[in-house]
């Protein structure tokens, strides 16, 4: 009995100096219907791995890896009632995020001056409180991908359904910065 005593205090420590100085899940990575204590458990569960993304891991080793983690967490109930599927879109985003970041550093900041300039309004907007957060994000992307297509109209392609809508063809990681900016500036 003593020694799982000890054992537990050494294993909480040793938890708590990992997340100490590993990486956290950046908020425009978290997906809109996470709330923030199933952010603070996914990134408990996976923020080292996300440190290894970060220092050349793969995607997919790292997504493994997170997704075994959290699949056992649920199983044993040390999630606190979050399930897998919001555990790992949680994860599968932080992990792309890194891993883009990781592979192309110089397209982020390349990316972050265009999407300035490109959203001033909208920015501007959220940061004065005059525009919804989430309403400025679904702005920001309409004009991105009117950057490839001018007629692209938002709206009307979210009412089609997913299979016949005519999205053209951007970056992910666009949205990804766009969604920073404006959660930054709220």
């Not at 009995?1 to 799982?4: A, F, G, L, S």
């Not at 001033?120 to 920015?123: E, L, M, P, R, S």
């Not at 053209?168 to 970056?171: F, T």
């Not at 990681?173 to 920073?180: G, H, L, M, P």
């Given at each position: 009995?003593?020694?799982?005593i000890?054992?537990?205090i050494?294993?909480?420590?040793l938890?708590?100096?990992t997340?100490?100085?590993?990486?956290?899940?950046?908020?425009?990575?978290?997906?809109?219907?996470a709330?923030n204590?199933?952010?603070?458990?996914?990134?408990n569960?996976?923020?080292?791995?996300?440190?290894?993304?970060?220092?050349?891991?793969?995607?997919?080793?790292a997504?493994g890896?997170a997704?075994?983690?959290?699949?056992?967490?649920?199983?044993?109930?040390?999630?606190?009632?979050?399930?897998?599927?919001?555990?790992?879109?949680?994860?599968?985003?932080?992990?792309?995020?890194?891993r883009?970041?990781?592979?192309?550093?110089?397209?982020?900041?390349?990316?972050?001056?265009?999407?300035?300039?490109?959203l001033?309004?909208?920015?501007t907007?959220?940061?004065?409180?005059?525009?919804?957060?989430?309403?400025?994000i679904?702005?920001?992307?309409e004009?991105?991908?009117?950057?490839?297509?001018?007629s692209f109209?938002?709206?009307?392609?979210?009412q089609?359904?997913?299979?016949?809508?005519?999205m053209?063809?951007?970056?992910a990681?666009?949205?990804?910065?766009?969604?920073?900016l404006?959660?930054n500036a709220?």
């Open positions: 009995m003593r020694k799982n000890i054992f537990t050494i294993f909480a420590m938890m708590t100096m997340t100490a100085y590993a990486a956290e899940v950046p908020k425009e990575a978290v997906p809109f219907y709330d204590e199933s952010v603070i458990i996914a990134e569960l996976i923020s080292d791995i996300l440190t290894e993304v970060q220092n050349g891991l793969g995607y997919g080793d997504a890896k997704y075994n983690r959290i699949f056992k967490a649920v199983i044993n109930n040390e999630t606190n009632g979050y399930g897998y599927g919001v555990l790992a879109d949680i994860s599968r985003n932080a992990i792309f995020q890194y883009d970041m990781y592979m192309h550093p110089e397209f982020f900041i390349k990316a972050e001056e265009k999407l300035k300039v490109l001033a309004d909208i920015i907007d959220v940061a004065n409180g005059t525009k919804d957060s989430r309403k400025a679904e702005e920001a992307y004009r991105i991908y009117q950057t490839v297509d001018s109209n938002y709206e009307e392609q979210m089609i359904d997913n299979c016949y809508r005519d053209p063809s951007v970056s990681s666009y949205f990804t910065v766009a969604r920073k404006i959660l709220k």
